[in-house]
């Protein structure tokens, strides 16, 4: 299996409509990032899961809400999304250690439309 | 602010070496990270540099100027498969990953 697993790949979804993005890794890391990666911009930070615990949220609307139910498992709960919303979504995890060195380890994304 | 430059787009020659920069101007610095993506796909690690340097691997090597918040990539043996986006990332001393917006390297027959 791969290490970080995302589903799904696609989603097309009107502004009305509500979708979950899915996110699973099988590294046994402890923390889990999610983020949105839009053309030719950085890579923009979402929240980040620390022990199942958030411990980030970067000033994101609130029709995006985050679920971590286990250390394995992260949920994108979405809800009257906007067209500027559309984007590629990348989770990632890393084994958080404190000393800089930590690498993040990414899921394929969900590639999503907004119409 | 916190900032990452790196250039858009490069084009290189299949077997020929290709070199992209990465400056960057952040509160702190807890060490450099260069990122592969291809189209479509996760993006992968590449290096991690947090002495100033060169770190070899393979045709693949990272250079670290800290002095001159400045950094490179440099690619030798070019394959059309390294073409592909490589991003830049610095971790500043509140250990928070900034991210430049990549560099998309085109490999030409």
């Known amino acids: 299996e791969t290490g970080v697993t995302q589903t799904p790949r696609h989603l097309v979804m009107g502004m009305t409509n509500k979708k979950s993005l899915k996110c699973e890794q099988h590294?046994?890391?402890?923390?889990m990032y999610w983020y949105k990666q839009s053309a030719k911009k950085p890579l923009e930070l979402m929240f980040v899961?620390?022990?199942?615990?958030?411990?980030e949220n970067n000033s994101v609307p609130s029709r995006f809400s985050p679920e971590c139910p286990n250390s394995s498992h992260l949920f994108l709960h979405l809800h009257t999304l906007q067209p500027e919303d559309s984007a590629l979504y990348l989770c990632?995890?890393?084994?958080?250690?404190?000393?800089?060195?930590?690498?993040?380890?990414f899921g394929s994304g969900t590639q999503l439309s907004v119409l | 602010g916190q900032n990452i430059d790196q250039p858009t787009e490069m084009t290189a020659t299949e077997g020929a070496i290709v070199q992209i920069n990465c400056t960057y101007q952040?509160?702190?610095?807890?060490?450099l990270f260069w990122y592969q993506q291809h189209a479509g796909e996760a993006p992968t690690f590449l290096s991690y540099?947090?002495l100033d340097g060169l770190e070899e691997k393979g045709r693949f090597s990272s250079f670290l100027s800290r002095s001159k918040g400045y950094s490179y990539l440099l690619l030798k043996e070019l394959q059309m498969k390294d073409s592909a986006s490589y991003l830049c990332?610095?971790?500043?001393?509140?250990?928070?990953?900034?991210w430049g917006a990549g560099t998309k390297l085109i490999i030409k027959p």
């Open positions: 990632a995890s890393s084994q958080a250690t404190g000393t800089g060195n930590e690498k993040l380890f």
């Open positions: 590294l046994g890391h402890n923390a």
């Open positions: 990332a610095v971790r500043d001393s509140n250990y928070q990953l900034i």
């Open positions: 952040t509160s702190g610095f807890n060490g």
């Open positions: 899961y620390s022990l199942e615990e958030r411990v």
């Open positions: 540099n947090v």
